[in-house]
Every structure is written in C-alpha cells, then in structure tokens.
C-alpha cells in the first residue's frame, strides 16, 4: 500500500462544475497536509495547506481534512480550463520528519 | 523575492559521465529537498537537509548518487557515473520547516544517453 493515494485520473469535468479531487494517507502520525497543482513540464505549486480537522477556504478551493478517516480533499468549484492541471497531495509526518507525495490526478477541466 | 533557483535547467550527457545539480534555497528557509520526477514513479523525494545537516537520504536511489549543502545558501546532487535510468526531473525544494509548504524551483530536465 503507498503511504500516500489519490483517486486515479484522469478526471474530466465541464467549466463551471465542482471538480472532487481526493487523498488518502495511511500514517496516523501525519500532521501537515498540501495541495500543489503541477502544469505540464512545470513545477509544483502550493494551491492550499490544512492541519486541522473540517475545511478550510479559499476562493474557488475548499481544503478538507478528516484526521480519522486518514482522508484529505480538494474542492475546486466553478471549474475553469486554466485549473486543468495535475494535482499533487502532500503529506508531512512530523514524527518521522517525512515527507511523501502521492501520484497525482489529471484534471481536465472542458470548456 | 527570488524562488529556489536550480542550474542548469536542461543537461543531457553520456552515460558514464558526472553530472552536478545545483539548487539554491529560499533565504532564510532552513529545510531543503531534492526529489526527482519520472512518469513512472511519480514525485520521489531523494534527500533532505536541515540547517546544512542531511537528515534522511532513504530516497537516494544507490551510492551513485549524493548530496551536499555546504551552506544555507547552497545545495548539489551528484550522479557519478550516469546511467540512462537517471534521466528524470529533478526538482529542489525549500521551507521554512518541515511542516511548512514547500517551494520548489524550476527543476532540471535530465536527459542520459
């Protein structure tokens, strides 16, 4: 099992939809939680950070944790073409002072 | 304020040959990461250093690869010698702390032949 899984992609929606991106973590000990969006052939950057438990916002995105499910989403309402992107979970452990990244999941967003 | 700034941007090279990564962090960032980037394996992280001090380099894939951050204000990632399978992006990283978001630089595409 990877430490760190996303919902495999590619996922496809329409402008103007609700994109559900999600993660989940198998360490209990993690304590830091990111969102980076990755265009192609670019680097990763930092959309949305959480800690806590419920959900956290911030313009068109809405971060949420549930530390007992061991589940992290990503919200991104009113979809746009430019969100079109790869989104990248991170996961920070700071017990094990680690930290993993999922995958991935390919989001296109068609106008 | 200057991101993590990463040379050179592109390097292709032989296979046998060294190749030097060089990456300087965020100012005043204490935490710095190199991962590297494959469709295959995705994001892997390699190695990370705090204040200069390599603290888990699990990631590096075998002794052909290493690491150095003589100071704050500078890091390197050594492959010697090369191998086709090394061809990836890799990417550095720094943060404030470890629980911090990470900002990464531009990457360097590597290409062995």
């Known amino acids: 099992q990877k430490e760190v899984e996303q919902n495999s992609g590619p996922l496809s929606v329409p402008e103007g939809a609700i994109a559900s991106l999600n993660c989940t973590y198998s360490?209990?000990?993690?304590?830091?939680f990111f969102w980076y969006r990755q265009y192609s052939g670019k680097s990763p950057e930092l959309i949305m950070s959480?800690?806590?438990?419920g959900d956290k916002e911030d313009g068109r995105f809405t971060a949420q944790l549930n530390k007992a499910s061991q589940y992290v989403s990503l919200l991104i309402r009113d979809s746009q073409p430019s969100d079109s992107a790869t989104y990248l979970c991170a996961v920070w452990d700071t017990n094990a002072g680690k930290s993993t990244f999922g995958d991935g999941t390919t989001l296109t967003v068609k106008p | 304020d200057a991101g993590v700034i990463q040379s050179p941007r592109h390097e292709v090279t032989e296979m046998g040959q060294e190749v030097t990564l060089r990456c300087k962090p965020i100012?005043?960032?204490?935490?710095l990461f190199w991962y590297r980037q494959t469709m295959m394996r995705g994001l892997e992280l390699l190695i990370y250093f705090n204040n200069n001090v390599p603290i888990d380099d699990s990631g590096m894939p075998e002794d052909r690869f290493s690491a150095k951050m003589p100071n704050a204000s500078f890091s390197t990632l050594k492959i010697q010698p090369s191998e086709p399978r090394d061809s990836a992006v890799y990417f550095c990283a720094s943060s404030y702390t470890g629980n911090q978001p990470q900002h990464f630089g531009d990457g360097t595409r590597l290409s062995i032949l």
């Open positions: 360490d209990r000990g993690s304590q830091s």
């Open positions: 959480i800690y806590s438990n």
């Open positions: 100012s005043g960032h204490d935490y």
